[in-house]
């Protein structure tokens, strides 16, 4: 609709300059574009920044919106003396980049390979954004439909978190597992749509993206909303709430008056200098940042107790129970068992003595080879304990499985009673009522944030907030430690808040 809009003004203009080129020294050229296409335009461009690829606009009219300054061109690969850098990622490692010969230039030319999974950029390319009129993002009012209600540790965090959004400040949410931070936003984001403001959430994971989106369509059920992934549909980014993965940041440029980072502390977002530095050229200048957390680095700590970066802590679940106190198991020659696809007898005794067979299981393992592989001895051990009638109960998932979506629905819906999963459901996904195994504990890949928010994947649920958790190793490791005694210190802080709430009332 965009093109024929700018073929139909170009049109016109060229027939009104060509009847008066003559007789009218005031007319310009290029001719200018009307106000209906601007307003298009400003709506899916602003606050991106793209290849020429990306941008869906005959190369004719494109041109004449570049030399009417509508969008504005930088390089994509900047070579200077002292390093060359991808303007799309701020990558400056030079192992990151690569030589390809190029067919349209008949040369070879850099490209980056840091950020190539959003598509390839080479140093014969432009970037481009948008540097026409502003689009005026509608103020929507009493747009959340949400009708649930926050306990008093939630209020006093949505509290936080608006007075942020008004003032254009930093925040670090820092909630356990289970406390309904995505409910904690609710609040503040009806607020920024009032104020006509343009929000994102970023998370680092598609999984979480998927799941928030439908959470989030049901409680703003009159807001257009979109969720941007890789392989996600409705993905042109004209939102004025947007869920996206934190690769997809890449994209934007001073684009959101409100970001909300998502688990800032995980993979690979924590890891990657890039991802960061997108989600800081994201946000406009002059915006809030909302960090939310239930295991902050310490680069977040740090902030936090310098007080140059203001911090609001929810200790307790929104139900009110405490967080399942991990089990850590000592499994003699666990490595070597599991190399043979052989699970160790404690998870045999284990499975024996469950509170609750009843419930369904999410077994970690820290490799995908691993899930891969453990998938006919589960099988075999749950047959024997009478817990699945067949195999088809039980399945794995990781980061490359084509069926992910599919399995994990499976597993929500009940169908599966088993899933085997490496760290990508390690956070933000919640299902009501499992158990949950690591196997392995001791692997260097579950650090202390990943086992945290692996245990707090149990109990979410008030109709059942007591699932087991357990760590079976072969030698406790600092990881496991410190991660039951945080959980052990949450839980303290949690019963000290509702203590003095009992006080208060």
Request: overall charge positive; some cysteine; proline content about 5%.
């Amino acid at each position: 609709m965009i093109v024929q809009l700018i073929k139909r003004v170009l049109q016109l203009s060229k027939n009104k300059g060509e009847s008066h080129r003559n007789f009218s020294p005031s007319i310009q050229y290029p001719p200018p574009i009307d106000e209906t296409t601007i307003h298009l335009l400003a709506n899916r461009y602003e606050g991106k920044l793209l290849l020429r690829n990306e941008i869906a606009i005959d190369e004719k009219s494109f041109q004449h919106l570049l030399t009417l300054r509508y969008f504005t061109s930088i390089p994509s690969i900047e070579k200077r003396m002292i390093a060359t850098t991808c303007m799309r990622c701020n990558n400056i490692e030079p192992s990151l980049f690569g030589t390809i010969p190029c067919a349209k230039c008949e040369r070879s030319h850099l490209y980056c390979r840091k950020c190539i999974e959003m598509g390839r950029i080479m140093e014969c390319e432009q970037l481009y954004y948008w540097s026409g009129k502003q689009f005026d993002w509608p103020k929507i009012n009493n747009p959340c439909t949400w009708k649930g209600y926050l306990t008093n540790a939630q209020k006093n965090a949505t509290r936080k978190i608006e007075n942020a959004i008004k003032k254009n400040e930093e925040l670090l949410v820092w909630a356990v597992t289970g406390a309904g931070k995505t409910e904690m936003l609710f609040p503040g984001i009806e607020l920024a749509l009032s104020m006509g403001k343009r929000i994102c959430i970023a998370t680092p994971r598609a999984d979480v993206v998927r799941e928030l989106l439908p959470r989030l369509q049901n409680a703003f059920s009159s807001v257009h909303i979109q969720g941007l992934y890789s392989g996600s549909r409705d993905n042109d980014g004209t939102a004025q709430l947007i869920i996206a993965t934190t690769h997809q940041l890449l994209r934007y440029r001073h684009a959101f008056d409100v970001l909300v980072v998502d688990e800032v502390d995980a993979f690979p977002y924590h890891y990657d200098q890039s991802l960061q530095f997108a989600a800081n050229r994201a946000k406009k200048l002059s915006s809030s940042l909302i960090y939310l957390t239930a295991t902050p680095r310490k680069k977040l700590q740090k902030r936090m107790k310098s007080k140059k970066l203001k911090t609001v802590f929810v200790p307790l679940r929104f139900h009110g129970y405490p967080l399942p106190i991990p089990k850590p198991i000592y499994s003699s020659k666990l490595n070597k068992n599991l190399r043979e696809t052989i699970l160790p007898e404690t998870l045999r005794r284990w499975l024996a003595q469950r509170n609750s067979p009843s419930r369904q299981l999410l077994l970690f393992v820290p490799t995908v080879d691993l899930a891969e592989q453990l998938i006919h001895s589960v099988t075999s051990l749950l047959l024997h304990f009478n817990l699945i009638k067949s195999g088809s109960e039980v399945e794995y998932v990781h980061a490359e499985d084509k069926k992910r979506e599919e399995k994990i629905s499976r597993f929500r819906s009940r169908q599966l009673y088993a899933l085997i999963t490496t760290t990508i459901l390690e956070r933000g996904v919640t299902f009501p009522s499992i158990d949950v195994v690591v196997l392995n504990a001791g692997h260097e890949v579950f650090d202390e944030a990943a086992l945290i928010q692996i245990a707090g994947r149990a109990g979410r649920s008030p109709l059942d907030p007591k699932g087991e958790v357990i760590f079976l190793h072969e030698g406790k490791t600092d990881a496991i430690v410190e991660a039951i005694r945080l959980i052990k210190d949450m839980n303290k802080r949690g019963k000290l808040l509702l203590s003095e709430k009992e006080v208060r009332n």
